[in-house]
């Protein structure tokens, strides 16, 4: 089994940043991609950020939170992080940290098997 812990929440005016991390631990040595996802009030959970591959990692993004949000990773600590910069009110939203060993993940939720708890980012006008 693995773990996955998110930390480094909180409120922010907007235009400020924030910078959340990710640790998988437990079976963690296979993991392939590491990605984060929200989940805004009132709506379902979408895809974020991704670091993919288990040696020169691929990024994708969202197309909303491309240009101020940087995905990266620590493969030797099985981390991921997440900077997140001009940040807009509707960033709002519990961010979840998602993790799977296998080479078949997409931007769906449903192709991680492993998550985190959330952590809250609140972004004030």
């Known amino acids: 089994q693995v773990q996955v812990v998110e930390s480094g929440g909180g409120l922010v005016q907007a235009g400020g940043s924030l910078r959340l991390s990710c640790t998988a631990s437990?079976?963690?040595?296979?993991?392939?991609?590491m990605a984060w996802f929200r989940q805004p009030p009132g709506k379902e959970r979408e895809f974020v950020a991704a670091?993919?591959?288990?040696?020169?990692?691929?990024?994708d993004y969202a197309d909303s939170v491309k240009g101020r949000f940087t995905i990266s990773r620590n493969n030797a600590k099985s981390a991921v992080y997440l900077q997140m910069s001009s940040l807009k009110p509707e960033d709002t939203a519990v961010y979840y940290c998602?993790?799977?060993?296998?080479?078949?993940?997409?931007?769906?939720?449903?192709?991680?098997?492993?998550w985190g708890q959330g952590t809250q980012v609140t972004v004030s006008s």
């Open positions: 670091a993919i591959g288990r040696s020169r990692d691929t990024t």
């Open positions: 998602a993790a799977d060993n296998r080479p078949s993940v997409t931007s769906q939720a449903v192709s991680y098997a492993y």
């Open positions: 437990g079976r963690a040595f296979g993991i392939y991609a």
